[in-house]
Structures are given as C-alpha cells and as structure tokens.
T-cell receptor, first 113, second 109 residues
C-alpha cells in the first residue's frame, strides 16, 4: 500500500533563516506531487505541483521554491523565511492520470518568529 | 468570488442530529473531493465523486454536475465527527485541487 511521509512535523524558525521541508511517497511510481499551505484561519492553497522529476509548476508567486530530485521525493525550500511563511504545510500525491484522488501527508506546522 | 463556496461556515449540532454541508463550484471539474481535517491538522479524504452518490458508514456524499453542487450528509452525528469538512474541486490534467473555505462542525452531547 502507498504511504506518504513528511518531516519535520513541527518547526520553529527565525525570520531570514532557510527552510527545507521534505515529502516522500512509498508504494507507487511516477505520482503527481503537490505542496499546499494553510495559513492561520485561512483555507488551503496550492503552492506547487509536479508531474515528474524536475518538473515543477508554481501556482502563486512567493518566497518559496520546490524541487523534485527523485520520482517520489518532493522538497519545499526557502532561502530566507518571512513571518508570512508561517502556516501548516501539506504534501499530497495522486496517480499520474487525470482525475485521480489525492492523498495527504501528516503535514508540517511551521512557525516563523 | 471564490471558485468553490461552502456553507455553512460553522455548524453546531447535538449528538444524533442529521447534518448537511453544502458545496457549490463555478469551475469545470473532473471530480469533487470531500475532506476531513481534525484539530491536529491532518487531512483525510472522505470521498471523491464525479456523479451521483456515495456512502461510507454514516457519511453520504451527493453531487449534481448540472447544478454544480455537492452535499455531504452525516447521519446520527457523534462528537467524534467534530472536525472541519472541506470540499475541493479537482481540475485539469494534473488533478489540481481548488478548496472551499471549510465548514467547522461541532457535535455536542
């Protein structure tokens, strides 16, 4: 069966520090991968998605970037965190064909101070 | 105007009540997700449907493609159903999700 992992679970970082959040999927190949953010009191927002290694699409301009160095690994990064980057970050995967259900990781709660 | 609208935003019910959460969307979709988010933040997919009706235990989801409307029903609600329920429209070849703002449900004894 497929599983999705995210780490760390929680993170407290100072403003201006770098960020690296990792997401890995097991039990499937060539998945679509997604990064979402949920700011405090707000709804979920798609940040990035990837349909293959090295292929990243950005949905909103921001202080973050994403990379997919391996088929089942998706990384969210920032060179310098802002206060507004605080939130709950979720990784998700789906099958590579259109219309497939998405499955979510446990999330990372990021607090930027 | 959001592409996916949910109502109500907040809902309080007593144990045993029948609950309905509504979702309307304005985009073309390949399917609609109903998700459940617990206080810790984790998200569980309840249903994905593109037509008709699906049932899982006490949960029922329906969708009317022509009217661009979906409903999530909970029969015989229980305090453990307390959570945020989110509908999300699945669009495009990359299966991107556009989310509603969520409905916060509190079921009391």
């Amino acid at each position: 069966s497929q599983t999705i992992h995210q780490w760390p679970a929680t993170l407290v970082q100072p403003v201006g520090s770098p960020l690296s959040l990792e997401c890995t999927v097991e039990g499937t190949s060539n998945p679509n991968l997604y990064w979402y953010r949920q700011a405090a009191g707000r709804g979920l927002q798609l940040l990035f998605y990837s349909v293959g290694i090295g292929q990243i699409s950005s949905e909103v301009p921001q202080n973050l970037s994403a990379s997919r160095p391996q088929d089942r690994q998706f990384i969210l990064s920032s060179k310098k965190l802002l206060l507004s980057d605080s939130g709950f970050y979720l990784c998700a995967w789906s099958g590579s064909l259109a219309g497939h259900e998405q499955f979510f990781g446990p999330g990372t709660r990021l607090t930027v101070l | 105007k959001n592409e996916v609208e949910q109502s109500p935003q907040n809902l309080t019910a007593q144990e045993g009540e029948f609950i309905t959460i509504n979702c309307s969307y304005s985009v073309g979709i390949s399917a609609l997700h109903w998700l459940q988010q617990h206080p810790g933040g984790g998200i569980v997919s309840l249903f994905m449907l593109s037509s008709g009706k699906k049932k899982h235990g006490r949960l029922i989801a329906t969708i009317n493609i022509q009217e661009k409307h979906s409903s999530l029903h909970i029969t015989a609600s229980h305090p453990r159903d307390s959570a945020v329920y989110i509908c999300a429209a699945l669009t495009g070849t990359a299966s991107k999700l556009t989310f509603g703002t969520g409905t916060r449900l509190q079921v009391t004894l």
